[in-house]
């Protein structure tokens, strides 16, 4: 049983788990919540399950769907962008929904939680072109005299047929406002529990709750939940420390993606993501004005990083807090093989994709594709990773036990891939990073790792000086608690 359906399982034992129909009934019957459905796109996917079960008029007040752009646009405002299917007009179709609420009835039902519930979906079309995906919010009261709070969130829906893919957006609606409202004190239950009934029909990748009640929930564990209960394999931070959607800030943009441990971050990894940066936005075919730069840590990483079983949240937290320092947008992902990052990227028709990787760490890749594939698939296997818009950047490092340096020009590759390897360097597929900093290959993160928690001498001038001031601040990576707490 793999470690994800285990903890699926136990998380699943942990509450009864109810029909959609059961969820949408008890709300329906619930006098302390009232609200206002507005769904476009899809239709009234949502709002139907409350109709259904009977007892509606005991949760809806109002029910719309603005089904045609223009009328979309009076009522909500255009979009600058002119795509409908976005972040912005959800937060837009929330201020517009809940205001109306409050002004016609808040003073009537002052003991009352009021709700706006809003979709943007764009469901599999009858040629295939669009896949199905959209964006779910729920602007919500847990006390009549509180201020409300949000939860917004993007859905990739998987079933291949648009009646199914709506059904789809009703059941999850309703696991949102069921969850909001009987799980909002345990927000990872809440977030689980938002797949229920749906397991292998749509993919989460970004959710971000935010309100008076959710003060202290650190968002970016929403997205390691994300990765942990198998609700997507790729979820992403910026520096604010707030979720994002690749949807919203990737779209036609050249990116650059630095896999990394950064545990910790070190004046090695900043010269890694600064020249090959500089060089990724010199090449020809990249307009560095459409330019992402993204920091990557992947999910086995992070597993990698504790004995015992699981992830480390605080483990996790201390790489995000030191690369929202340094300024970083941040992937977090389960995708150990490249093939299942450039896939995810496809979406969002990025022009150029440069993957940084270590030299050691290419020479690993090529070796599992290579024995794995020793069947006759190894073109195919190769054929999925070097795409003809990805790109390869490779920092060298020392040979182990000496002072040669290893590139891709000497790197040791097995006999039966040399022509193929070959093919790759003089297609440019794989480059080296051409200008890097010899002095700093001795330094190696494990090292700074074990200094920083012995608090040897030394270590500081191994990261950069953000991130040594961040690390004795708050006492990162196992950093000694007590020479904080007795340096008077």
Not at 280 to 288: A, G, H, I, Q, R
Not at 403 to 408: F, G, P, R
Not at 412 to 424: A, C, I, S
Request: with cysteine; hydrophobic share 40%; charged share 25%.
């Amino acid at each position: 049983m793999s470690k994800g359906l285990f903890h699926l399982i136990q998380n699943h034992m942990s509450r009864q788990l109810l029909e959609t129909e059961q969820k949408a009934l008890e709300i329906n019957l619930d006098a302390n919540v009232y609200g206002a459905f507005a769904e476009i796109g899809a239709g009234q996917e949502v709002a139907r399950y409350f109709f259904q079960v009977g007892a509606a008029a005991g949760t809806i007040a109002k029910t719309m769907s603005a089904y045609d752009k223009l009328v979309s646009d009076d009522i909500y405002g255009p979009e600058v962008k002119g795509r409908y299917v976005c972040e912005s007009r959800i937060y837009k179709m929330l201020d517009h929904e809940y205001n109306l609420m409050l002004r016609r009835l808040r003073n009537d039902r002052p003991e009352t939680m009021l709700f706006s519930f809003a979709d943007t979906i764009a469901a599999i079309n009858y040629t295939r072109t669009i896949k199905g995906d959209g964006w779910l919010g729920l602007r919500f009261q847990l006390d009549p005299d509180g201020e409300p709070n949000d939860i917004i969130l993007h859905v990739k829906m998987l079933d291949n047929d648009n009646h199914l893919q709506q059904q789809a957006v009703g059941i999850l609606g309703v696991n949102m406002i069921y969850g909001c409202y009987r799980y909002h004190e345990n927000p990872e239950e809440l977030i689980v529990s938002l797949t229920d009934s749906l397991r292998g029909r749509i993919q989460i990748d970004m959710v971000r709750l935010s309100g008076p009640d959710f003060e202290d929930l650190d968002n970016r564990l929403i997205c390691l939940w994300l990765i942990k209960h198998g609700l997507t394999d790729v979820a992403m931070f910026n520096r604010d420390k707030q979720p994002i959607h690749a949807s919203e800030f990737l779209y036609r943009k050249h990116t650059m993606i630095v896999r990394g441990s950064f545990r910790p971050a070190t004046v090695v990894n900043i010269d890694m993501i600064k020249e090959s940066w500089d060089q990724f936005k010199n090449e020809e075919t990249v307009d560095p004005r459409k330019s992402a730069l993204l920091t990557e840590i992947t999910w086995k990483n992070l597993q990698s990083a504790t004995a015992a079983e699981g992830v480390d949240e605080k483990d996790f937290l201390d790489r995000a807090d030191v690369l929202c320092t340094m300024g970083h947008t941040v992937v977090l992902s389960n995708c150990e093989q490249y093939v299942k990052l450039i896939d995810y990227l496809a979406d969002y028709r990025i022009p150029s994709i440069g993957l940084v990787i270590g030299v050691q760490q290419l020479l690993t890749l090529i070796n599992d594709k290579y024995y794995a594939n020793l069947d006759g698939r190894l073109l195919a296997a190769f054929g999925e990773i070097f795409t003809r818009n990805t790109k390869f950047y490779v920092y060298p490092s020392l040979q182990e036990g000496s002072e040669e340096l290893m590139t891709t020009e000497n790197l040791p590759v097995p006999e039966g891939v040399t022509f193929l390897y070959q093919h790759l360097l003089k297609s440019k597929q794989i480059v080296d990073v051409e200008k890097f900093n010899a002095d700093l290959l001795h330094i190696w993160s494990k090292e700074v790792l074990f200094m920083l928690q012995e608090d040897e001498e030394g270590w500081e001038e191994l990261v950069p000086t953000k991130v040594a001031s961040l690390i004795k601040e708050k006492c990162l990576f196992g950093f000694p608690l007590q020479q904080i707490e007795f340096s008077y």
